[in-house]
């Protein structure tokens, strides 16, 4: 069974350009969560989706916002890029029933100058 | 929020050498996962371990749930188990995952 997939996987954007990434889960999986990791922070929950649908959502200022297609596969959309948007973004999938083992894709590592 | 914490933050092994990371965690917690983050940055699962203890090959790891506490156990470590350790629980009603800060652990030859 094919893994979680990340595109692109890296990523150079300016200040207040705009990003979309994609995640595609792992066959079956209706659950996907998106992680923002920094060096300053750590890692840190951004939202989740199920079944096209925002389940939950983390601490994150408006400009982070996602959606989820019918297939599962989600994008995550930053808009007006800062500085400290640089980090590695990680997204997991699950089957999304709670607290099920969640597997993460290899991540989009985005740099914005 | 819950309030995760690992130890010890930093770890240097000669190969061949045993270790315990510890995990604490400020709450009950309706599950754990334990991660190791390769150099590429995938976080790799290790153990998914609400409570016991399991074992896969060197790697083993036992969660206390009642004493908010859970730990990682590598045997003979080799070069490659270099990178970070993360562990991470559910929070509540919550399906998502707090992490803590790591464990990042270098083995030398």
């Known amino acids: 069974k094919a893994g979680v997939t990340q595109t692109p996987r890296y990523l150079i954007k300016t200040r207040g350009q705009q990003v979309t990434l994609s995640c595609s889960p792992i066959?079956?999986?209706?659950?996907v969560s998106w992680y923002q990791q920094t060096p300053g922070q750590g890692l840190q929950f951004l939202f989740e989706?199920?079944?096209?649908?925002?389940?939950n959502k983390g601490n994150f200022p408006g400009r982070f916002s996602g959606r989820q297609f019918s297939n599962s596969r989600s994008e995550m959309n930053v808009s007006t890029l800062e500085l400290g948007d640089s980090a590695l973004y990680l997204c997991?999938?699950?089957?999304?029933?709670?607290?099920?083992?969640?597997?993460f894709g290899p991540g989009t590592r985005l740099t914005v100058l | 929020g819950i309030q995760v914490e690992q130890s010890p933050p930093d770890l240097i092994l000669q190969e061949g050498a045993n270790s315990t990371l510890r995990c604490n965690f400020s709450d009950s917690v309706n599950n754990l996962q334990w991660f190791h983050q390769n150099p590429w940055g995938q976080l790799i699962n290790l153990f998914y371990i609400p409570s016991g203890t399991k074992q896969n090959g060197r790697l083993s790891a036992t969660t206390v749930a009642t004493e908010r506490y859970s730990l990682l156990y590598i045997s003979s470590s080799q070069t490659t188990d270099s990178g970070v350790y993360f562990c991470a629980v559910w929070e509540g009603g919550a399906n998502n995952l707090f992490f803590g800060t790591g464990t990042r652990l270098t083995v030398i030859p």
């Open positions: 066959s079956g999986h209706r659950s």
């Open positions: 989706y199920f079944s096209e649908t925002q389940r």
């Open positions: 997991a999938s699950s089957s999304g029933t709670a607290y099920n083992e969640q597997f």
